[in-house]
C-alpha cells in the first residue's frame, strides 16, 4: 500500500494540531512528524501542509515565532495554543465517535437488518 490516502476534509486540521500538541516545530517539522507517527504511513504534500498551517495560526489554534532550524535555516515555529489543545480534544472525540459508529455499520449483517 502506498503513502499516499486521501484525507477527510479537517482530518489534516486534526493531524497538525496533533503533531504540534508534542513539542513546537517549523512548517516542514510537522510534515516529518506526521510520517513519523503514522509510522511512515501517511505522507503529507507541503502544498497541503502551508496553507493548513497559516488557516490553523489565523483561527488562532497555533501561534508562531521565528527561530533557526536545525539546519541553520530561519524558520517559523508553531506551538499549540489554549484554543488549539481545546479545538484538538473536540475534534479527536468528534473523530473517535465517528470511527466507532462506520465500524458498527461495516460489521452489520443481514441478520441483524
Request: hydrophobic share 40%; glycine share 8%.
Amino acid at each position: 500500500m502506498g503513502k499516499q490516502f486521501d484525507l477527510l476534509q479537517g482530518t489534516l486540521d486534526m493531524l497538525i494540531l496533533k503533531a504540534v500538541s508534542l513539542g513546537p516545530l517549523h512548517g516542514y517539522g510537522v510534515l516529518l512528524r506526521i510520517q513519523q507517527i503514522s509510522g511512515e504511513q501517511l505522507e503529507i504534500q507541503q502544498g497541503s501542509l502551508y496553507p493548513a498551517l497559516y488557516r490553523l495560526e489565523h483561527q488562532g489554534f497555533l501561534a508562531s515565532e521565528w527561530g533557526e532550524s536545525d539546519n541553520n535555516r530561519k524558520a517559523k515555529f508553531y506551538s499549540l495554543t489554549a484554543a488549539g489543545r481545546r479545538r484538538l480534544h473536540a475534534e479527536t472525540e468528534k473523530w473517535n465517535r465517528m470511527a466507532s459508529l462506520i465500524a458498527s455499520i461495516l460489521r452489520t449483517t443481514p441478520e441483524q437488518i
